[in-house]
């Protein structure tokens, strides 16, 4: 059974960094094809896609975010961690990871997400 | 960047009718790289549909999906009351981009 976790702070202050931590099972970052994505979802917006990061280690970014943003896995700890710097009000969203299996085998769309977790960006 | 364009904003309808989403995007879509996602209150997105036409896991017959190019369709050919629901496009063929979603509501 696949399953994603997100873990981070609920609660941030305007400029602080914010942490997000994926913690999944069922499936391996090592394997070929296999990555894992960060999307968000302002209250009562649209979903967001931010960041993914591929087994080989590639990593792609939102334009809009490329500056603030940066996506790394811990493979032995079947962890991906978001970092984006700077937080503004306007970042407060429920952020997901979800699992993204690409290639001859994959579907190339995300497949599996976790429950998401909501982070308030308020002083 | 693609931008999709969702419509209708709202649909309301009732238990075993039809519905038709519309996604169009503002420039083709590779490899028809397009899914449909439905999210419910309070919960995380789940895939119904990819490569514009596959059913993904476990999900009914009464979903499919069809269209290439710029403009997609999700069809419910007969909408049950678990049916109504946020639904989203994507496209996954140059970078990500999502529409801005359908809400299907009870009538």
């Known amino acids: 059974q696949v399953t994603l976790r997100e873990s981070g702070p609920a609660l941030v202050k305007p400029t602080q960094t914010l942490t997000l931590t994926c913690t999944f099972s069922?499936?391996?970052?090592?394997?070929?094809?296999?990555?894992v994505s960060w999307i968000r979802q302002p209250p009562g917006k649209a979903l967001e896609w931010l960041a993914r990061?591929?087994?080989?280690?590639?990593?792609y970014y939102s334009t809009s975010l490329k500056t603030r943003l940066t996506i790394s896995k811990d493979t032995s700890k079947n962890q991906v961690v978001l970092t984006m710097t700077n937080m503004d009000p306007v970042d407060t969203a429920t952020y997901y990871c979800?699992?993204?299996?690409?290639?001859?085998?994959?579907?190339?769309?995300?497949?599996?997400w976790g429950q998401g977790t909501m982070v308030t960006v308020s002083s | 960047e693609i931008v999709l364009t969702q419509s209708p904003g709202t649909l309301s309808l009732s238990p075993g009718e039809r519905a038709t989403l519309s996604c169009r995007a503002s420039?083709?879509?590779?490899?028809?790289?397009l899914a449909w996602y439905q999210q419910k209150p309070g919960q995380a997105p789940r895939l119904l549909i990819y490569?514009?036409?596959s059913r993904a896991t476990g999900i009914p017959d009464r979903f499919s999906g069809s269209g290439s190019g710029t403009d997609f369709t999700l069809t419910i050919s007969r909408l049950e009351p678990e049916d109504f629901a946020v639904y989203y496009c994507?496209?996954?063929?140059?970078?990500?981009?999502f529409g801005q979603g359908t809400k299907l509501e009870i009538k």
């Open positions: 490569g514009a036409s």
């Open positions: 990061i591929d087994w080989d280690d590639d990593k």
């Open positions: 420039q083709s879509v590779s490899s028809s790289y």
């Open positions: 994507q496209q996954y063929g140059s970078s990500y981009s």
């Open positions: 069922g499936f391996s970052l090592s394997t070929s094809g296999m990555c």
């Open positions: 979800a699992r993204v299996p690409v290639g001859a085998k994959g579907t190339g769309a995300f497949d599996i």
